[in-house]
């Protein structure tokens, strides 16, 4: 299965569109927010590609109806995921590696720093997309297989 993950579209629902008319394999769409409004429409416009989203911290009017974080149980694999924002990630991803450790997750995916990560540390893939909105926009795959699990970013094409 494929998954793209995406993060702070900031109300950018053509560079939100792009990256998932550029990934037609990918079933499940995790939107990571600051974008929120634009990812309830995807779902309507993409009816074939189940979208997760949880609440950004510029999703105002929306924390009390979305929840801060999710889990997903992928190809055997537990995938945590967040915007970020409430376990301070632009101050360390420790607070953020605990959280997805303490729920036992094989994936922790989250956003709000804008910044590109996908690293692997003691049992944990962690992927943050980096931001769909900038100079160089990103968004981040996970083929999950029988293999196993293989993350990268990719670079979103105008």
Not at 3 to 9: A, N, P, R, T, Y
Not at 36 to 46: E, G, K, L, P, V
Request: hydrophobic residues 40%; aromatic residues 8%; proline residues 4%.
């Amino acid at each position: 299965m494929r998954i793209l993950v995406v993060s702070d579209s900031h109300r950018n629902e053509s560079a939100l569109r792009n990256a998932i008319t550029q990934q037609p394999r990918a079933e499940l769409v995790i939107h990571l927010w600051d974008g929120a409004r634009q990812a309830q429409a995807m779902a309507d416009d993409f009816p074939k590609r189940k979208i997760e989203i949880v609440c950004g911290n510029c999703d105002w009017g929306l924390s009390s109806v979305l929840p801060s974080f999710g889990l997903k149980s992928v190809g055997g694999y537990l995938i945590y995921y967040t915007h970020g924002h409430i376990h301070s990630v632009k101050s360390g991803l420790y607070n953020i590696i605990s959280a997805a450790r303490e729920r036992k997750a094989d994936v922790l995916l989250f956003g709000h720093t804008h910044i590109p990560i996908c690293i692997y540390d003691d049992g944990l893939y962690i992927l943050n997309p980096g931001s769909l909105t900038g100079r160089s926009p990103t968004y981040g795959i996970i083929d999950i297989t029988d293999a196993g699990i293989a993350p990268f970013i990719a670079e979103l094409r105008s």
